[in-house]
């Protein structure tokens, strides 16, 4: 009797630490299968991420409208007019000095160009105009 007792002790012991095996196998599997599934969410987070930086930088350009103008001015955070300015600033620095002084030019003389406007409109042919230009700033 007592011997039979002792052998379902350990039979019951042998089934529980079957038991115990089966739990901590599962668990390691199911990290391993967590530890891949995290490398996937990785993987597929960074080709997320390279698929829209290169749409950003690419998609306006085949786009109708005025995409890639609003694609710009968001990536400078600059309205439309200051992100042009900007750009046209640093693809041309002369060119920029230049359109700057004709505006300047147009701007100091607006009455004598209006009034010449108006002749040659009356006239219908060209007009030669006079008009002030400054001194150059030293």
């Not at 967590?34 to 960074?46: A, F, I, V």
């Given at each position: 009797?007592?011997?039979?007792?002792?052998?379902?002790?350990?039979?019951?012991?042998g089934?529980?630490?079957e038991r115990v095996?089966?739990d901590v196998?599962?668990?390691?599997?199911?990290?391993r299968?967590?530890?891949?599934?995290?490398?996937?969410?990785?993987?597929?987070?960074?080709?997320?991420l390279?698929?829209?930086?290169?749409?950003?930088?690419?998609?306006?350009?085949?786009?109708a409208?005025?995409?890639?103008?609003?694609?710009?001015?968001?990536?400078m955070?600059?309205y439309?007019?200051n992100?042009g300015?900007s750009?046209?600033q640093?693809g041309?620095?002369g060119g920029?000095?230049?359109?700057v002084?004709?505006?300047?030019?147009?701007r100091?003389?607006?009455?004598?160009?209006?009034a010449?406007?108006g002749?040659?409109?009356k006239?219908?042919?060209?007009?030669?105009?006079?008009?002030n230009?400054a001194?150059p700033?030293q």
């Open positions: 009797m007592m011997l039979a007792r002792q052998t379902k002790k350990v039979s019951d012991g089934e529980s630490l095996a089966a196998g599962d668990y390691l599997r199911s990290a299968l967590r530890q891949e599934q995290d490398w996937w969410l990785w993987g597929g987070g960074g080709a997320g390279v698929a829209g930086i290169l749409l950003t930088l690419f998609l306006p350009r085949v786009l409208g005025s995409v890639d103008m609003a694609v710009a001015s968001t990536a955070n600059a439309r007019w992100a300015i750009l046209m640093s041309s620095p920029w000095r230049s359109l002084d004709a505006s300047n030019l147009v100091a003389n607006q009455e004598a160009l209006r010449c406007a002749a040659a409109a006239a219908k042919k060209e007009q030669r105009c006079t008009i230009v001194a700033a």
